[in-house]
């Protein structure tokens, strides 16, 4: 099979290697796409703490495909099913992951993209949370997974307060239920409109969707 390998920093070559073989408990997928996580730019760009080159496949870990073949006392999944999964290896013809880290697609989603694993960390993050109706949550970067924290919280009942930089991203919040926006500033200026909009009282709770130190100091 072919996979991809981050020889160095910014440079990229593929690899003619063997079909990984489930161990118990693993399946194997045929892959059909990979999204690119915002966390796999640092490795892309380099930092000194990076080795290289990266193993094969790395950093992908937001995988969808068929799976293929599944290791002994896997009873969960069976060949022929699509799927989105997490592992590690995905930027790939084919990668293994555990039996626990496949959820199947449903047909809704036939021939479409599904990076189910991007989804699956907003999903997590709210759980997480504890949110509760009437609570007011800061959602602190709206890029994709702000927006669907914004989504779901707002589901839930939640009142969001939207901080984004980017005019655009606050745009995007309140078509994701967000109650009110702000344009983050400065952490002292943006935290102050935050407790004005809260009269005084502030937020519930915040969670910082950027992954930025700046956006990380509002929260």
Do not use: K
């Not at 094969?56 to 006392?73: A, L, Q, R, S, T």
């Not at 790939?92 to 993209?113: K, Q, T």
């Not at 709210?126 to 007011?136: E, F, I, Y």
């Amino acid at each position: 099979m072919r996979a991809a390998v981050l020889d160095a920093p910014r440079t990229v070559s593929m690899r003619s290697i063997e079909v990984p073989v489930p161990a118990p408990g693993e399946v194997r997928i045929r892959l059909e796409g990979c999204g690119v996580c915002g966390s796999s730019l640092p490795v892309w760009q380099g930092r000194e703490w990076f080795t290289y080159p990266r193993g094969v496949g790395e950093p992908g870990h937001e995988g969808w495909g068929i799976v293929d073949e599944v290791g002994d006392g896997v009873s969960t999944i069976a060949p022929g099913a699509r799927v989105a999964f997490l592992s590690s290896h995905a930027f790939a013809e084919y990668d293994i992951a555990p039996a626990a880290g496949i959820v199947p697609l449903p047909p809704v989603l036939d021939g479409r993209p599904f990076p189910g694993e991007a989804l699956a960390c907003a999903f997590n993050v709210v759980h997480r949370a504890c949110l509760a109706p009437g609570d007011t949550v800061a959602i602190v970067g709206v890029g994709f997974l702000g927006a669907v924290v914004s989504r779901l919280a707002a589901d839930l009942g939640a009142r969001i307060l939207a901080v984004s930089r980017r005019a655009f991203a606050l745009d995007v919040a309140r078509s994701q239920g967000a109650d009110a926006v702000v344009q983050a500033r400065s952490t002292r200026e943006t935290v102050d409109e935050v407790f004005r909009l809260t009269g005084g009282i502030g937020c519930q709770c915040a969670i910082e969707a950027a992954g930025t130190q700046a956006m990380l100091d509002i929260a």
